[in-house]
């Protein structure tokens, strides 16, 4: 990464860039005064290792408020596979702390990035969008959080490896909770272990010690049912602490009847599906409302963003009246012969109120200006005040 920073730098003609990469996207944001869109695209393909010709036709560009309104939608979920999701959330997160320590963000993408969080984290707070699992993995945890206290210090047993278990172990994986996997070989299991996390286990001892685990996620394509009810019977016979099944399986490996045993809940696939159904439902319905509450921050965003433009020459103009205004001050007190502190102090800030008093209003509107866009004006106080300001894209 930090190789990728220090190229984009070198070769493109970016002050500034943060990149953010995700399972499905790297884009990278930049501010510069003498970027080049064209180096920026040759220095990524040499990164990524893509032909120029082939890197293009994945490429996508977007300027200033395009920009701005792109990240507001990573933030508040509405860019992601998910409609929602919160692990975008944290990768941006990730992404500009990553790129302050490389110290490749500076002024303008520290703000920026600062304030999309802020924005994002409010609407989705405000909304609700991010509420709700909608996945089959995440539902199917979060209802076991519903329906058992203390999980951290349960047993908790996935039996399968294929796609559904790895959704299952991700969400158990991110909320902290240990578990064991198996599946038909020793060998398969430990393979899956080594990727995903977890603890292996004989499917053969499984079979035979159900009465060990509180928790059991089976998503299998056995085309018979591994978890039947004479297991369960049994299991709750040895332990009666009760079970909660969740058979993930398409068709079914858990039998219907296991549901009878007393002290057993058990939940289906097509039971999960419906719930995150109805979550992505809910989400989507708000999709609209949080597209209205972007439109709105976008131009108050902009305009922030703006601001940046003018607050060098409004420092610089301070800070130079004042090294002024310091010293005609240390002039006169020696005419004056004055070395009597309050006098000097009540002199010292005289001076100050009325440099305030002078600079305040114009340097007010310079800000405003600035805030609307107004690069002309911008210009003009750089001359008048004789500032070599920074120039950023348009």
């Not at 520290?110 to 994002?120: E, P, R, S």
């Not at 409010?122 to 995440?138: A, C, E, L, P, V």
Request: aromatic share 6%; net charge positive; charged share 30%.
């Amino acid at each position: 990464m930090d190789n990728a920073y220090s190229q984009f730098k070198e070769h493109s003609g970016l002050d500034e860039c943060v990149i953010v990469q995700t399972c499905n996207r790297i884009e990278l944001f930049g501010a510069g005064k003498n970027f080049n869109i064209e180096k920026i695209k040759k220095t990524w393909a040499s990164l990524v290792g893509l032909e120029e010709n082939a890197f293009k036709e994945n490429l996508k560009l977007s300027k200033n408020n395009q920009a701005y309104y792109h990240l507001l939608k990573l933030t508040s979920g509405l860019d992601s596979m998910v409609i929602g999701e919160e692990q975008i959330l944290g990768q941006i997160k990730a992404s500009i702390t990553k790129a302050r320590a490389a110290k490749a963000s500076g002024q303008h993408l520290n703000t920026l990035f600062d304030k999309a969080v802020h924005i994002g984290t409010r609407i989705r707070n405000s909304t609700g969008i991010s509420k709700g699992s909608i996945s089959i993995g995440s539902m199917a945890v979060k209802l076991v959080e519903e329906n058992i206290d203390e999980l951290k210090s349960k047993q908790i047993l996935v039996i399968g490896t294929g796609d559904i278990s790895t959704l299952v172990t991700k969400s158990l994986i991110r909320r902290g909770y240990p578990f064991f996997v198996t599946s038909r070989t020793l060998e398969r299991s430990k393979a899956f272990c080594e990727r995903m996390g977890g603890v292996p286990v004989k499917f053969e001892e499984v079979l035979s010690g159900f009465h060990n685990y509180d928790v059991l996620f089976v998503a299998t394509t056995a085309p018979y049912f591994l978890v039947t009810h004479e297991r369960i019977l049994n299991a709750t016979k040895e332990n009666q602490k009760g079970m909660m099944i969740l058979d993930l399986s398409n068709p079914r490996t858990v039998d219907e009847k296991v549901s009878t045993v007393s002290g057993i809940k058990l939940m289906n696939l097509d039971q999960i599906a419906e719930l995150a159904d109805k979550n992505m439902k809910s989400r989507m319905a708000k999709v609209k409302t949080v597209e209205n509450i972007i439109n709105d921050e976008l131009p108050v965003l902009e305009a922030s963003m703006n601001r940046l433009d003018a607050e060098p020459i409004v420092k610089d103009v301070f800070k130079n009246i004042n090294s002024f205004r310091e010293k005609e001050l240390k002039k006169a007190l020696r005419m004056l012969g004055e070395d009597d502190v309050e006098k000097i102090k009540i002199i010292d800030e005289l001076t100050k109120a009325i440099v305030e008093s002078i600079l305040s209003q114009p340097m007010n509107n310079l800000r405003k200006a600035s805030e609307q866009g107004n690069p002309e004006i911008l210009e003009a106080a750089s001359k008048l005040f004789d500032y070599k300001k920074k120039e950023y894209p348009d």
